[in-house]
């Protein structure tokens, strides 16, 4: 009894350090860990550089190793502290996890010349490790809510101006002819979707009058068109009433974001310490 109380009490203790930020190791690891994502994915950044890569390349390899054994800690460390291991490995951050770590074990395997293609393709894979910062803005979580509360009328919306690119597209098509570059409809929609988003690569251009009158007037339904998302997006986030919560996360399933008057996990019901 006393061996399994002192194991749950080193699992509780390691648990509140690695899944928290309410306490003094908890932040200094949660601190630790950021610097240890910018730093990696300066060094992913750093290998691209030819010359640089050149004449540091062992420095760069033993800093990624440091990064990498690091990140392989906290991801056991994440998955022996909770009672259901799977609900952290099939999660998001779980996903995110095994796929900013793996990289440079792989690459152990593809060490011959026949594999140094792959062998590049996979290193970059470390560049998801930006994403492990996700997890310490809490802000992400409201902008979350507010985009599935809003996917609805975004869908709509996305769906509308699909509608309206296939509509412009064949209009120009008509108007200006394969003589002038719009040479078919899935082309000339191409150039819709271009010219309405203000992006204009300059590939394709109007040269009749009306053409570029058209052209013009899309180019101006262009700016009012791409303010809807994010008038969409921000009503409901101003709609959304914001609810106290901490870095309280649940031993059991690893849920997180609990209200601070919670006594219980909103998810599976296991008791808040």
């Not at 990064?67 to 800690?73: D, G, Q, R």
Request: charged share 15%.
């Amino acid at each position: 009894m006393k061996n399994q109380h002192k194991n749950t009490s080193w699992k509780h203790r390691v648990h509140e350090i690695i899944y928290e930020a309410d306490t003094k190791a908890g932040k200094f690891f949660d601190v630790v860990l950021l610097i240890a994502i910018l730093a990696s994915v300066l060094l992913v950044m750093l290998e691209s550089v030819e010359s640089i890569n050149k004449q540091y390349i062992s420095l760069l390899n033993i800093s990624e190793w440091v990064i990498t054994i690091l990140f392989s800690i906290e991801y056991v460390l994440r998955i022996i502290t909770i009672n259901k291991p799977k609900k952290y490995i099939f999660s998001f951050y779980g996903i995110i996890d095994l796929l900013s770590t793996l990289p440079m074990y792989i690459a152990i395997i593809f060490s011959g010349a026949s594999g140094l293609l792959a062998l590049r393709a996979l290193r970059l894979l470390r560049v998801f490790r930006i994403l492990k910062l996700a997890r310490y803005i809490g802000a992400s979580n409201n902008f979350l809510k507010a985009l599935r509360a809003s996917k609805a009328k975004i869908a709509v919306f996305l769906f509308f101006v699909l509608i309206l690119c296939i509509v412009l597209g064949t209009v120009m098509y008509m108007i200006e002819g394969a003589e002038n570059g719009f040479t078919s409809i899935p082309r000339s929609v191409y150039w819709a979707i271009v010219t309405l988003t203000t992006v204009g690569y300059g590939d394709i251009a109007p040269h009749t009058p009306i053409g570029q009158l058209i052209a013009s007037i899309i180019m101006i339904l262009g700016y009012g068109i791409i303010a809807i998302p994010t008038g969409i997006v921000s009503s409901e986030m101003i709609k959304t009433e914001p609810v106290q919560t901490n870095t309280q996360s649940c031993e059991n399933c690893a849920a997180e974001n609990h209200n601070d008057a919670a006594e219980f996990c909103y998810h599976c019901g296991s008791k808040i310490y």
